[in-house]
């Protein structure tokens, strides 16, 4: 399922880079957003692959739209218990503006269903 959020980018934390039990290198950035929505939510956004080098240019203070979907896991603790973690995955920010023309919209609109059709 697709999402989509506009804000200003409160933080942006470091680039986190290790390898994956399966042995394949892995790269992962956090950015942390709050919407322009009436109760001004804070979001946490996780940026992966190549998309942390695609979305460099982002600081405090940038103002986007992102599009992104949520993720969740499960695993059974050391006590047995089931446990579940979700993730906020960014695939598509872009600078915000207000007046967002229609054909942008449809751009957006593809890009989503894009996205969707090869995480399938």
Known sequence: MNFQLSGEVL???????GT????????????VVRCFDKEQHVVALDLRGSRVDEYDYLKQGSRITAFFEIDSRSWVDNK??????STNEAYLIREYCEDVSEA???QDQMAAVAHSMQVK
């Not at 933080?11 to 880079?17: C, I, K, Q």
């Open 11 to 17: 933080r942006v934390l470091p680039v986190e880079r």
């Open 20 to 31: 994956t039990r399966n042995g394949y290198p892995f790269q992962k950035q956090t950015i």
């Open 104 to 106: 942008q919209m449809i």
């Open 80 to 85: 047995g218990v089931e446990r579940f973690n």
